[in-house]
């Protein structure tokens, strides 16, 4: 089975069967265990999630505590070895990852596989063929099922995947290189997730007043929401022939997006209305999964649905719009609006914005100090942009040198035999 053009490939490479590179492909058994994280001697069994497409994650494991169950255990996790998902979602089954860190007490349960490699200097270049988008696609339509959620894939045709093999030093020299990139990508992710927690534990301290800057030492105050924040409303004078952005809010406080843009007439619903820099938007039907946002200048002039409301800050010596902003991310925040909500299942609650307003939150006292908060936590935002952009981009280079690197289309230098030794 082949997933490529043999025939683009260079002369010097051949093709061959991962039977051919594996010397044994074993699974675990699945026991028992506890959902916590392992301490010191304990044993444990990975969670099928601790394999996703190129990402291994030793601490996706259940600590395994009875000793009839520990003596069950088989197939312990080696660093270097290559794992794969034999059973999971159509998703994710075929997903692969090299263990990249000791893994000391840790065992596989019976869907997932462990490949040791006949030569070992294979197992980078390997692990990355693997994730090559044709090779990807079609160990996953390997999985086979009645069930929807789950798909299997049979010893037997994993073995008999065909890939694409160059020669040895070039093999090992991609290897090289593409472990490079994609450790350079998990560093990048690293600090992603580092700026991540900061920012979230910052939001904690500061929009709690638990820390406070320097020179601000005034009680911060509670006050009604209705008494810092006002609807309004511009509902759209309708034009069959004008062109309406229409905007919609994500869930999660994800921020706003431009949904589409119709021709009055296309649109089905008339009730519109125009929103401007510095409203506060309310997605009435999702307010309880986090859809609220501020709208900022890239998004002015643009449409909103009957189903949003609008909020604005009443009085601008007393609140800074930003400053709500960010506290409406925080699960207090979440939970008034929940409360705020009325109805019998969750995805079909409905808001009600009198209740909402006759809520409480804790204000900074003055709006020094609330720009002070709102500009160390912008701060947070654009480092967490600014990394997101870096990685993004980096993804895109490892995604174009495994395609390049993998099928021949770009060949690596090999240092001559004489300026090796």
């Known amino acids: 089975m082949t997933s490529y053009d043999s025939n683009d490939l260079p002369e010097d490479w051949s093709e061959v069967f991962i039977a051919d590179l594996v010397v044994s492909l074993n699974a675990g058994v699945s026991v028992n265990g506890e959902g916590r994280s392992l301490g010191l001697g304990e044993k444990g069994v990975l969670k099928v999630s601790a394999v996703s497409y190129g990402s291994f994650d030793a601490t996706a494991a259940k600590v ?13 996790v080696e660093e270097g070895r290559i794992i794969v998902s034999r059973s999971n979602s159509p998703e994710f089954v075929g997903a692969s990852a090299r263990v990249n860190c000791p893994a000391e007490n840790l065992f596989l349960p019976d869907k ?58 070039e093999r090992w020299r991609i290897g090289d290189i593409l472990d490079f990139v994609h450790d350079s990508c998990e560093l990048l992710q690293d600090r992603l997730s580092l700026a991540r927690t900061r920012r979230k534990a910052l939001m904690q301290q500061l929009l709690t007043g638990k820390r406070r800057f320097p020179g601000f030492t005034k009680p911060w105050k509670k006050v009604a929401i209705g008494d810092v924040l006002k609807e309004v409303k511009r509902p759209v004078v309708w034009n069959d022939e004008e062109t309406y952005k229409l905007l919609s809010v994500r869930r999660r406080s994800g921020g706003l997006f431009l949904r589409e843009e119709l021709q009055g007439r296309k649109i089905l619903t008339k009730k519109m209305a125009t929103t401007k820099t510095g409203d506060f938007l ?10 609220t946002a501020m709208t900022t200048p890239e998004f002015d002039g643009m449409h909103i649905s ?56 804790e ?20 480092e967490i942009t600014l990394l997101e952009q870096q990685l993004k981009a980096y993804q895109r280079q490892k995604r174009g040198l495994m395609q390049q690197l993998l099928t021949g289309k770009r060949r690596v230098k090999v240092p001559a035999v004489e300026e090796r030794s």
């Open 363 to 382: 204000l900074p006292p003055t709006i020094d100090e609330q720009i002070k908060i709102i500009e160390t936590l912008d701060l947070c935002d654009q």
């Open 112 to 169: 997932l596989w462990q490949m040791r490699i006949e030569d070992e200097r294979d197992e980078s270049w390997l692990s990355h063929v693997l994730h090559l988008g044709s090779i990807r696609k079609n160990l996953s339509s390997l999985g086979t099922g009645t069930s929807d959620s789950m798909k299997n894939i049979s010893k037997g045709d994993l073995l008999t995947l065909r890939l694409p093999f160059p020669p040895d030093d």
């Open 282 to 291: 309310i997605s009435k039907m999702q307010v309880v999964h986090g859809a």
């Open 306 to 361: 009957g189903s949003y409301v609008v909020l604005r800050s009443s009085d601008e010596s007393k609140l800074d719009i930003r400053y709500f902003d960010w506290a409406a991310k925080t699960k207090w925040m979440y939970h008034q609006a929940y409360v705020s909500s009325y109805g019998v299942h969750i995805e079909k609650m409905t808001f009600n914005l009198k209740d909402y307003l006759k809520r409480e939150v």
């Open 64 to 76: 395994v505590i009875k000793q009839s169950e520990i003596v069950r255990l088989r197939e312990a």
